[in-house]
């Protein structure tokens, strides 16, 4: 009973490098989104697929790029890391666009040095 | 600019007691709040929730109170126990039922619960 499973947990960058942060459920949820946590900001939504093949801008999405790769899986591309993006990424996923309650992976921390 | 706020980063509550987290929103267009639980290394978990049309849940020792003319929302936990101790995280949202429409989150309170 795996839920939403995000890969690496730990990651560390240099300033420039590009790198993706993976993502993947077995709810068959129809919605994913990816956030970041930052000390004192709470959770920020950087970008969200309703569906399987439309994705769109939350918050945050500067700097980063995402892709649906099908209904179970979701990515986060950052073309040029920057120590601005060192934080907590956490994916999640509901049953539906929505509001209602979201599952959440455990988390990718990442350092930009 | 927050529209969710958190304003007490910790809470420390004995065993036994009541524990009362505290949430305040800025946006008069939410109409539904949901609470989160967050561990240490992990994701939050979904908690609890309430609609606008409801000033009151409750799920086993969680209760949630929400007073939309002074936009308050808060959490109450009774008796409180030490696996209770975590972040928790105020969310809201707005357009219930109407579509999709993005979560806000607070900053989160720690609690801490000692035996």
């Known amino acids: 009973n795996a839920g939403v499973t995000q890969t690496p947990k730990f990651q560390v960058l240099k300033t420039g490098q590009s790198m993706t942060l993976q993502c993947a459920q077995d709810?068959?949820?129809?919605?994913m989104y990816w956030y970041r946590q930052d000390p004192g900001m709470g959770l920020r939504l950087i970008y969200y697929?309703?569906?399987?093949?439309?994705?769109d801008k939350g918050e945050v999405p500067n700097g980063y790029n995402v892709s649906r790769l099908n209904k179970r899986e979701f990515s986060l591309r950052l073309e040029s890391a920057a120590p601005s993006q060192t934080s907590v990424y956490f994916c999640?996923?509901?049953?539906?666009?929505?509001?209602?309650?979201?599952?959440f992976g455990s988390g990718t921390q990442l350092s930009v040095l | 600019d927050q529209q969710v706020k958190q304003n007490s980063p910790s809470l420390s509550v004995q065993e036994g007691r009541i524990s009362i987290l505290n949430c305040d929103y800025t946006n008069s267009m939410f109409d539904y709040f949901l609470w989160y639980k967050k561990y240490p290394a992990e994701g939050p978990t979904f908690l609890i929730s309430?609609?606008?049309i409801k000033d009151k849940n409750e799920d086993g020792r969680f209760t949630v109170f929400l007073n939309k003319s002074a936009k308050h929302l808060s959490l109450h936990i009774v008796p409180s126990q030490p696996g209770d101790s975590a972040v928790y995280f105020c969310?809201?949202?707005?357009?219930w039922g109407t579509g999709f429409q993005k979560l806000v989150f607070g900053t989160g309170t720690r609690l801490l619960v000692s035996p």
């Open positions: 709810m068959n949820h129809n919605s």
């Open positions: 999640a996923s509901s049953v539906q666009k929505g509001f209602e309650k979201l599952f």
């Open positions: 309430i609609s606008s």
């Open positions: 697929s309703a569906s399987e093949g439309t994705t």
């Open positions: 969310a809201a949202s707005h357009g």
